[in-house]
C-alpha cells in the first residue's frame, strides 16, 4: 500500500494538521449518491439545525461487505442508530466509526480486540428500522484523530456532538484506494494541504 499520508483539519482550531495515510475505501464500489451532497455530507444540518452531520453517507445495499479502510484492532460493536451497529477499529492512531452496519454479528473470527488487515471483510451494511422517505441502508463513516478520550459519540458537545478530535472524511475517501483496480473520483486538497495530490495507484483485487 502506498506510504502517501493525508494531512486533515481537525475540528478544533488550534489543533495541528493530521496526518493520515491512504485509505482503502469501504465498499468494492463507489456509491451511486455522492457523499458530497445533500443530507449525506459531512456538515449537513440535522435535527433541524440543531447538531451537524458527524461522517459521510455511504449508500448501499443492506448486507453489502464493508472492508476495513487499513491495518487496526476492534475496538467496539456495539447498538447505534434505528436498530443498528457501529464497528469502531482503531487504525493505528486514528479511529474510524463504520456506522450503521448489521447488527446480526460480525464475520466468523471477528470479535472486539481482534486485529483486522487493510482490505479485509469486517461488517456488513446494516438497514435501518423506522425511518420514512429515507434511504434506509448505508455506512454511515466518521473519522476520529485519535488525541481524544472516551466514547465518540458526545451529546453534552455543541454541533457535531462527538468528540474533540472529529475529523471531515471526505478528503480521505476521495483519494482512497478501491480493492479492484480503480481509484475514486479524482479531486485535489487545496483547502487542506496547500496543493493538489497526485491520485495514486490503485491495489491490485484481493
Known amino acids: 500500500m502506498s506510504g502517501h499520508k493525508v494531512l486533515s483539519k481537525s475540528m478544533e482550531s488550534h489543533k495541528a494538521l493530521i496526518a493520515i495515510p491512504r485509505l482503502i475505501f469501504p465498499l468494492a464500489f463507489q456509491p451511486k449518491w455522492s457523499y458530497h451532497e445533500g443530507m449525506r455530507r459531512f456538515g449537513a444540518d440535522r435535527d433541524h439545525g440543531n447538531r451537524k452531520h458527524a461522517g459521510c453517507d455511504l449508500y448501499a445495499p443492506a448486507g453489502t461487505p464493508i472492508y476495513a479502510c487499513a491495518d487496526g484492532v476492534i475496538l467496539r460493536y456495539e447498538n447505534f442508530y434505528h436498530q443498528t451497529h457501529a464497528l469502531e477499529v482503531d487504525h493505528g492512531g486514528f479511529i474510524i466509526r463504520y456506522g450503521e452496519v448489521?447488527?446480526?454479528?460480525?464475520?466468523?473470527?471477528?470479535?472486539?480486540?481482534?486485529?483486522?488487515?487493510?482490505?479485509?471483510?469486517?461488517?456488513?451494511?446494516?438497514?435501518?428500522?423506522g425511518l420514512r422517505g429515507l434511504k434506509s441502508d448505508m455506512i454511515h463513516f466518521e473519522l476520529y484523530g485519535g488525541w481524544g478520550s472516551g466514547k465518540l459519540s458526545a451529546p453534552q458537545l455543541p454541533a457535531f456532538k462527538r468528540r474533540a478530535d472529529l475529523l471531515d472524511p471526505t478528503p480521505h475517501l476521495d483519494l482512497a484506494l478501491m480493492r479492484a483496480g480503480q481509484t475514486t473520483t479524482p479531486r485535489t486538497l487545496l483547502s487542506l494541504v496547500g496543493a493538489p495530490i497526485p491520485l495514486p495507484t490503485a491495489l491490485p483485487a484481493m
Request: aromatic content about 4%.
Open 102 to 129: 448489521s447488527p446480526y454479528g460480525l464475520p466468523k473470527g471477528l470479535k472486539v480486540g481482534s486485529r483486522v488487515s487493510a482490505g479485509q471483510q469486517i461488517a456488513k451494511v446494516g438497514h435501518l428500522v
